[in-house]
Nanobody, 126 residues
């Protein structure tokens, strides 16, 4: 059974940077054949797509709202994906979720992802 574990959340000041990490456990060749993504959810709002990265060529896609500030990367040898978040704003405050799906195709739609982590809270103070 594939499981995801996020880490790296916390309370930071606006303008600073933070890196989230997500490690995939379980599954055949765990981590190496799963497209990974990051989403976030603030209160009762819809879960918002942020970034995704393919397993085979590391091609990445970003939401317009974070393009240029956030960078997704992965280390298949460690079954881990990272989200580097620069110049954080109070509006970035949310619970951040890691997601995974088998295959190489990247999707921005949350329904395409089969496995989710429990989330990590990021709070940005002004």
């Amino acid at each position: 059974q594939v499981q995801l574990a996020e880490s790296g959340g916390g309370l930071v000041q606006a303008g600073t940077s933070l890196t989230l990490s997500c490690t995939l456990f379980g599954g055949a060749g765990a981590g190496s054949r799963y497209t990974m993504a990051w989403f976030r959810q603030d209160g009762g709002n819809e879960r918002e797509f942020l970034a995704t990265i393919s397993w085979n060529d590391n091609s990445a896609r970003y939401a317009d709202s974070v393009k240029g500030r956030f960078t997704i990367s992965r280390d298949n040898s460690k079954n881990t994906v990272h989200l580097l978040m620069n110049n954080l704003k109070p509006g970035d405050t949310a619970v951040y979720y890691c997601a995974a799906r088998q295959g190489a195709t990247t999707f921005t739609d949350k329904t395409a992802y089969e496995t989710w982590g429990q989330g990590t809270q990021v709070t940005v103070s002004s």
